[in-house]
């Protein structure tokens, strides 16, 4: 047996259901706002931060093993010093007298222009860890508001979690009873509006939302329900209001049930 083939006004009601059910989704979306994104950009601030925290220490790290190799070649030095000193005792000539003596100072100035490097890393040293310490407490800080933000949405996500589950569910299934033309309309319409209205009531002789007037013998063929009308300036599909007053009325049990 055929499938009997929708009226205008089924097709109508169906829609608006559809409708009814999506701007309710979108209403709990709206409850997070811009909660999900904040919390987000928070993230990537704070991974961020520690990414240079983690350069600063590198930094740091690297600047105490120069420390490190530097002191041990003083002590290379002083040793090599010594050993000259000791063989300025033994010297037979002036030639190895000098040669000696040139040597010992080479050793003792690689001392001294290590010291001095040393004690330039050191004042890296000292600024890069006030750099740190700020930074950590930035971190503290962007992390405390991070998981304050995290909290809240969690709460918002708890609470609408289950209705919206739901409501996707019943989107689907109501998606599946209209043609997928009018279905197809339906969805590029949402996508052009701010509002996500695709079809609407007529309000005061103006289509849902809008200031344009209608004329009349136009609100009266919407009020046929015999072929799917709609706004000339903003494209929604119209309905006439008491389509729109039985279907709220019908779909608030569904609403309840969610």
């Known amino acids: 047996m055929a499938k009997k083939e929708s009226t205008v006004e ?7 259901d559809l409708q009814l059910i999506d701007t309710r989704i979108d209403e709990i979306r709206n409850v997070r706002g811009e909660l999900p994104l904040e919390v987000e950009d928070l993230e990537n601030e704070v991974a961020g931060l520690n990414k240079r925290l983690d350069n600063f220490n590198e930094e740091v790290a690297d600047f105490d ?3 490190k190799a530097l002191k041990n070649g003083i002590e290379v030095a002083q040793e090599m010093v010594k050993k000259y000193e000791a063989n300025l005792k033994n010297v037979r000539n002036n030639r190895e007298y000098n040669s000696i003596t040139k040597e010992q100072e080479y050793q003792e100035l690689e001392i001294q222009l290590s010291e001095k490097r040393i004690k330039d890393l050191k004042g890296k040293i000292e600024l ?3 750099a740190i310490t700020e930074l950590k407490e930035k971190i503290d ?5 991070l998981n304050s933000k995290k909290e809240e949405l969690d709460a918002i996500l708890d609470e609408t979690r289950k209705e919206e589950e739901l409501l996707k ?3 689907a299934e109501f998606s599946k009873n209209i043609e997928q033309h009018l279905l197809d309309a339906y969805q590029r319409i949402r996508g052009n509006v701010k509002n996500g209205l695709a079809i609407v009531p007529v309000e005061r002789g103006a289509s849902g939302g809008s200031y344009f007037t209608i004329p009349p013998q136009t609100q009266m063929e919407i009020a046929s329900r015999l072929k799917i009308i709609t706004d000339e300036h903003s494209g929604r599909i119209l309905v006439d209001p008491e389509l729109a007053a ?3 009325d019908k779909m ?4 309840k049930v969610s």
Do not use: D, N
Request: hydrophobic share 30%.
């Open 10 to 16: 089924e097709k109508l009601r169906a829609l608006f």
């Open 65 to 67: 093993h120069q420390i």
């Open 128 to 130: 890069k860890s006030e």
């Open 141 to 145: 800080a962007r992390t405390s508001h």
């Open 169 to 171: 569910k019943k989107s």
């Open 246 to 248: 039985e279907e709220r």
């Open 252 to 255: 608030s049990a569904v609403f």
